[in-house]
């Protein structure tokens, strides 16, 4: 296994679309977290997983924002009814439980609506 | 609630200058820091770490020393290379890496 990966790596939209992304994380991770980077600006969490149980939001997931981890390897991240506001780079990043863990990223998904 | 804070870019050196990145922070607890690197087209990678007050995270000629009493965590490296030209995040966390709070970044230029 190589990291993280995302899919796809870049999505252009039509405002009010809906749009899925994808994030594959290192295979012996539990924990997979969301995060939202708009330009010049650092990563916002968004939200994160334990095997396959979210177990925390940000107030910045609005209720477009969906996210899902079914069996506890792979998340989807769905953004229904786009806005122009919505267009960042979307990142992943797993990390193994308990203290002490990094966190490894994946390169990202960039998102225009247009 | 907590916060970071970076000095603005982008910072342009000449290869061998000695490279300094301020970084300052707010928080309630007593957070881990870290400082992440993005390479162009890549994902964040971690470079450094300190989780108390006076612990000296280092990694690749980087540097930087948890300052409790003046809430900074200051990137020092003596001398740069092209190859270190990216973005540079501070961040904290006060879970251990449960949840991130980044600073906004500073972009790194070293011209040859």
């Known amino acids: 296994d190589t990291g993280v990966s995302q899919d796809p790596r870049h999505k252009i939209t039509k405002r009010g679309q809906n749009v899925t992304f994808r994030c594959d994380p290192i295979?012996?991770?539990?924990?997979l977290y969301w995060y939202r980077q708009t330009l010049g600006q650092g990563p916002e969490f968004l939200t994160y997983?334990?095997?396959?149980?979210?177990?925390?939001k940000s107030r910045l997931l609005s209720d477009r924002f969906s996210a899902e981890r079914p069996k506890g390897s792979f998340s989807t991240l769905e953004i229904q009814r786009t806005e122009q506001g919505d267009s960042a780079m979307y990142l992943c990043?797993?990390?193994?439980?308990?203290?002490?863990?990094?966190?490894?990223f994946g390169p990202g998904t960039r998102l225009t609506v247009l | 609630g907590d916060s970071v804070t970076q000095m603005e870019g982008p910072v342009t050196l000449s290869e061998e200058a000695f490279l300094t990145i301020n970084c300052t922070y707010t928080?309630?607890?007593?957070?881990?820091l870290f400082w992440y690197v993005q390479y162009p087209g890549e994902g964040l990678q971690l470079l450094l770490k300190?989780?108390?007050?006076?612990d000296k995270g280092s990694n690749k000629g980087f540097e930087a020393t948890y300052r409790k009493e003046t809430t900074s965590f200051h990137l020092e490296k003596g001398s740069v290379q092209v190859s270190d030209s990216a973005v540079y995040f501070c961040?904290?966390?006060?879970?251990?890496?449960?949840?991130?709070?980044f600073g906004p970044g500073t972009r790194l230029s070293v011209l040859p």
């Open positions: 997983f334990q095997n396959e149980a979210q177990l925390e």
């Open positions: 928080a309630t607890g007593y957070p881990s």
């Open positions: 295979s012996e991770h539990n924990r």
């Open positions: 990043a797993s990390s193994l439980t308990g203290l002490d863990n990094e966190q490894f």
């Open positions: 961040a904290l966390s006060e879970d251990y890496g449960q949840n991130f709070v």
């Open positions: 300190a989780t108390k007050a006076d």
